[in-house]
């Protein structure tokens, strides 16, 4: 069987692309739309990204395959061009370049039943397995993958060659820019956070809030080691990496991401020209181990890449982010002000949070929920009163609090139909 | 013979008194046949389960609007007939769910509703508000059609509904 055998099917099931939630004339472009059947647990997809795309659904449902591919259709040279840098080499060999950037045994999530749509074109993943001859090669899509805590082991960061074959391709670049930023670029200063000014004090004060309860986020050298700590007031020695909370842990990684994507430019530049830069931010869960006030200073953060300019994807497990969207959308269809969106995040009147929560009602959002049996349903609206339970239960997500609502409300009414046991002695008295 | 064969076909037309008739009767209420008290917009969005039957409709809201004009009354009663003959009234609220400040209006509807089935007139509606054949909560929250719900499960205000037995709210009811 040849490669392109594996990606045979010409009629991918076609379904409506969605239309935005929310004022249409501020969408200048056809949103980017990827069609997807028989990609591992993925039996038929057909999402139309939003300026934020989230992504829900149980485990093992192809979200991150997704998401991975996703990756791959948009930098492929890039990709090809940064193993090629770290001398690999497949050969042309498409099964082994999969198991290169997907990760080890993930290859066999193509069939002969495999088969991609991007932005209306047939494709080929079989091609993707090789460098095109194209001289865009700068990274389009930054990606911040769910393992982003192994990026930091022990709090010392890791570059691309530290880690093996086999493991993920997004792990392993996340890793390797958080390196480069954590070695080189604020090496020098010692602080992490709140220190280099990257982030505005709008962003800033919530993460110092619910995050890190103002302590200071450091690089201690002092073994010849660049080791991320923890200064907490009145102590000498700087918290080591595993004595942090998990919270904690798992937000550093995410934070120096933000720093990344934050530079005193809008975007930031990974080609030759300032308009060779980042347009899509991929984050898996962002929610990982934070405290629902810790999970809304992060959504923060998703809104400022969006002001920015980012395109960004989010998969999710967390009702708050869920909650966020839905609210955004409402806004949008009632015509409401930047203030309620501030009213969501708490956060005051000033020009920073102001210009933030004035863009998030410019732009598009959309949901796709991943179901187990394969498919995968544009849950968009999020409407809590539709008809169809994977809507209204925001694919899962709030099944859980809805039945348990309605699970004592009916114990509720059962107990008020049970008669009183002042009632119950006086029948007996009579008796 | 003329005259005792009209007098015999009005006796075989004439309705059956239902369980649901009587006690509405009782506390003063205007019973319907079917939904017939349930207006007219919101009728087909209830429906009953399967083998059940409407066995009457009662306007509570329209039955107090004069003698209680300050009030948040509750709108509908709809009695029930179960396939086994046992009969069941389910209170039905159409209101809009377009934000959680309405939670707080159908919490005063609700407590108005309870604090009438306590008084001796609603004696028989009582107990067929708590009979067993209930599969849940006998109050419900009708969602108008034209409205937005905007009540997220896992809110304060869907947290107070369960506490005081209000299911969430639907834009559909299969009652009971």
């Given at each position: 069987?040849t490669?392109?055998?594996?990606?045979?099917d010409?009629?991918?099931k076609?379904?409506?692309?969605?239309?935005?939630?929310?004022?249409?004339s501020?969408?200048?472009?056809?949103?980017?739309?990827l069609?997807v059947?028989?990609?591992?647990?993925?039996a038929?997809a057909?999402?139309?990204?939003?300026?934020?795309?989230?992504i829900?659904?149980?485990?093992a449902?192809?979200k991150?395959?997704?998401?991975?591919?996703?990756?791959?259709?948009?930098?492929?040279?890039?990709i090809h061009?940064?193993?090629?840098h770290?001398?690999?080499?497949?050969?042309?060999?498409?099964?082994?370049?999969?198991?290169?950037y997907?990760?080890?045994?993930?290859?066999?999530?193509?069939?002969?039943?495999?088969?991609?749509?991007?932005?209306?074109?047939?494709v080929?993943l079989a091609?993707?397995?090789?460098?095109?001859k194209?001289?865009?090669r700068?990274?389009?899509m930054?990606?911040?993958?769910?393992?982003?805590?192994?990026?930091?082991?022990?709090?010392?960061?890791?570059?691309?060659?530290q880690?093996?074959?086999?493991?993920?391709?997004?792990?392993?670049?996340?890793?390797?820019?958080?390196?480069?930023l954590?070695?080189?670029?604020?090496?020098?200063?010692?602080?992490?956070?709140?220190?280099?000014?990257?982030?505005?004090?709008?962003?800033?004060?919530?993460?110092?809030?619910?995050?890190?309860?103002g302590?200071?986020?450091?690089?201690d050298?002092?073994?010849?080691t660049?080791?991320l700590?923890l200064?907490?007031?009145?102590?000498?020695?700087p918290?080591?990496?595993?004595?942090?909370?998990?919270?904690?842990r798992?937000?550093?990684?995410?934070?120096?991401?933000a720093?990344?994507?934050?530079?005193?430019?809008?975007r930031?530049?990974?080609?030759?020209?300032?308009d060779?830069c980042?347009?899509?931010?991929v984050?898996?869960e962002?929610?990982?181990?934070?405290?629902?006030q810790?999970?809304?200073?992060v959504?923060?953060?998703?809104?400022e890449?969006?002001?920015r300019?980012?395109?960004?994807?989010?998969?999710t497990?967390?009702p708050?982010?869920l909650?966020?969207?839905?609210?955004?959308?409402?806004?949008?269809?009632?015509?409401s002000s930047?203030a309620?969106?501030?009213?969501?995040?708490d956060?005051?009147?000033?020009?920073?949070?102001?210009?933030?929560?004035?863009?998030?009602?410019?732009?598009?959002?959309?949901v796709?929920?991943f179901?187990r049996d394969?498919?995968?349903?544009d849950?968009?609206?999020?409407?809590?009163?539709a008809?169809?339970?994977?809507?209204?239960?925001?694919?899962?997500?709030?099944g859980?609090?809805t039945?348990t609502?309605?699970?004592?409300?009916?114990?509720v009414?059962?107990?008020?139909?049970?008669p009183?046991?002042?009632?119950?002695?006086?029948k007996?008295e009579?008796? | 013979?003329?005259?005792?064969?009209?007098?015999?076909?009005?006796?075989?037309?004439?309705?059956?008194?239902?369980?649901?008739?009587?006690?509405a009767?009782d506390?003063g209420?205007?019973?319907?046949?079917?939904?017939e008290?349930?207006?007219?917009?919101?009728?087909?969005?209830?429906?009953?389960?399967?083998?059940g039957?409407?066995?009457?409709?009662?306007?509570?809201?329209?039955?107090?609007?004069?003698?209680?004009p300050?009030?948040?009354?509750?709108?509908?009663?709809?009695?029930?007939?179960?396939?086994?003959?046992?009969?069941?009234?389910c209170?039905v609220?159409?209101?809009?769910?377009?934000?959680?400040?309405?939670?707080a209006?159908?919490?005063?509807?609700?407590?108005?509703?309870?604090?009438k089935?306590?008084?001796?007139a609603?004696?028989?509606?009582?107990?067929m508000t708590?009979?067993?054949?209930?599969?849940g909560?006998?109050?419900?929250?009708?969602?108008t059609?034209?409205?937005?719900?905007?009540?997220?499960?896992?809110?304060?205000?869907?947290?107070?509904?369960?506490?005081?037995?209000l299911?969430?709210?639907?834009?559909h009811?299969?009652?009971?």
């Open positions: 069987m490669m392109a055998d594996l990606f045979g010409p009629n991918p076609k379904t409506p692309p969605r239309q935005p939630v929310g004022n249409k501020v969408r200048k472009t056809k949103p980017p739309r069609q059947n028989h990609l591992g647990p993925v038929s057909d999402l139309a990204f939003g300026d934020l795309t989230v829900v659904g149980p485990q449902t192809g991150s395959i997704f998401l991975q591919t996703l990756k791959l259709l948009v930098d492929r040279d890039q061009d940064t193993f090629k770290h001398s690999m080499s497949f050969n042309d060999k498409a099964g082994a370049f999969m198991e290169g997907f990760g080890r045994g993930l290859s066999g999530a193509w069939s002969a039943k495999s088969s991609l749509t991007w932005k209306g074109k047939s080929d091609d993707y397995a090789k460098p095109s194209s001289t865009t700068h990274e389009r930054f990606y911040i993958p769910a393992q982003r805590v192994m990026s930091l082991p022990g709090g010392v960061s890791q570059n691309f060659g880690f093996n074959f086999g493991d993920p391709y997004t792990l392993r670049a996340f890793s390797d820019a958080v390196h480069d954590i070695q080189n670029e604020f090496g020098a200063k010692g602080e992490l956070f709140p220190g280099p000014n990257r982030l505005n004090d709008t962003l800033r004060k919530p993460i110092q809030n619910h995050l890190f309860g302590n200071r986020l450091v690089i050298d002092k073994d010849f660049k080791r700590g200064h907490v007031k009145g102590q000498d020695k918290l080591g990496f595993l004595s942090w909370s998990a919270g904690q798992e937000f550093t990684p995410l934070l120096m991401g720093y990344w994507l934050c530079p005193t430019t809008n930031r530049k990974t080609g030759k020209t300032v060779e980042i347009e899509w931010v984050i898996e962002p929610e990982m181990g934070l405290h629902p810790g999970i809304s200073a959504l923060l953060l998703v809104l890449l969006m002001r300019g980012y395109k960004v994807v989010l998969s497990h967390s708050v982010v909650d966020m969207v839905w609210a955004l959308q409402e806004f949008k269809k009632l015509g930047e309620s969106v501030r009213q969501v995040f956060l005051p009147s000033t020009p920073d949070a102001k210009k933030i929560a004035q863009s998030a009602l410019t732009k598009d959002y959309a796709y929920y179901d394969g498919s995968v349903q849950i968009s609206n999020l409407n809590p009163g008809m169809d339970t994977a809507e209204s239960e925001w694919g899962g997500i709030s859980f609090a039945r609502n309605n699970a004592i409300a009916d114990a009414a059962e107990s008020e139909s049970r009183s046991k002042r009632r119950k002695a006086r007996q009579s008796i | 013979m003329a005259a005792k064969g009209v007098k015999k076909t009005k006796t075989a037309t004439k309705k059956k008194i239902s369980g649901f008739d009587s006690a009767c506390a209420l205007l019973p319907n046949a079917g939904k008290a349930v207006e007219s917009s919101y009728r087909a969005q209830i429906q009953v389960n399967k083998g039957a409407f066995s009457g409709s009662v306007d509570v809201d329209g039955h107090f609007r004069a003698a209680e300050q009030s948040h009354r509750w709108d509908y009663g709809i009695g029930i007939q179960l396939m086994n003959g046992q009969e069941l009234v209170w609220e159409p209101h809009p769910a377009s934000s959680t400040g309405q939670v209006k159908m919490l005063e509807k609700l407590a108005w509703l309870k604090n089935l306590e008084t001796p609603f004696k028989k509606l009582k107990a708590h009979a067993p054949g209930h599969t909560s006998p109050y419900y929250w009708l969602r059609v034209s409205g937005e719900c905007r009540i997220s499960a896992n809110s304060r205000e869907a947290r107070l509904l369960a506490l005081h037995g299911r969430m709210p639907t834009q009811l299969t009652l009971p």
